[in-house]
């Protein structure tokens, strides 16, 4: 599974989830990209975005598209290290064009 991490999530999630492919969107060069352009480019490359920005689900529409969202409760690096067995969790389950939010412990 190929995973995008938004600009806004820590980058030390990426050492946490071996087994996957994962890319920032820093690395991507797309890391100035707004919401829709930056959907739509990872939609081309990826099957899975994780992002801590919680107004993602309601600014696009994402029942068309393959891309699926991990909406994380926070960027704080110490609470999303925590997160990682929910992270893991949702990255097994998430279908195309769905959407997990990943509740605070």
């Not at 999630?13 to 797309?30: E, I, N, P, S």
């Not at 829709?36 to 107004?55: C, H, S």
């Not at 529409?61 to 991990?70: C, D, G, P």
Request: proline fraction near 7%; hydrophobic fraction near 50%.
């Amino acid at each position: 599974m190929k995973v995008l991490l938004d600009h806004c999530v820590p980058r030390p999630l990426l050492k946490h989830l071996q087994g996957f492919d994962v890319k920032t969107a820093r690395a991507m060069r797309w890391d100035e990209l707004d919401n829709g352009f930056l959907i739509a480019q990872a939609e081309a490359a990826f099957d899975v975005m994780i992002t801590a920005d919680q107004n993602i689900r309601y600014q696009q529409t994402l029942a068309s598209r393959k891309l699926a969202l991990i909406i994380l409760p926070t960027n704080y690096t110490p609470t999303v290290i925590a997160l990682i067995p929910q992270i893991r969790a949702a990255l097994e389950v998430i279908q195309p064009g769905g959407w997990i939010e990943i509740a605070m412990p």
